[in-house]
């Protein structure tokens, strides 16, 4: 996740989702790793991309009020 922040940080956006997709790999319920790679997919106008990295999320953690409100899922 660290690698990840720091390649957004330099611009390489692109880097930090690959870093992203591999930490979410290696561990499924890593939240943190969801919560970026929706922050970058934000921050580059993909609200598509935002939405279905927080649904796939929502499948390890279904009652994470504050995904659930962000996406508006009821």
């Known amino acids: 996740i660290k690698v990840a ?9 692109a880097k930090a989702i690959f870093q992203l997709e ?6 499924p319920s890593l939240e943190s790793a969801y919560r970026n790679l929706g922050e ?3 921050q580059n106008k993909q609200p598509d991309k935002m939405r279905e ?3 796939r999320y929502l499948k ?5 009020v504050t995904v659930r409100i962000a ?4």
């Open 53 to 55: 990295t927080l649904l």
């Open 40 to 42: 970058i997919y934000s």
């Open 60 to 64: 390890f953690n279904p009652n994470n």
């Open 5 to 13: 922040t720091a390649w957004n940080q330099a611009g390489e956006s």
């Open 22 to 27: 591999r930490a979410i790999e290696t561990d």
């Open 71 to 74: 996406i508006d899922v009821q």
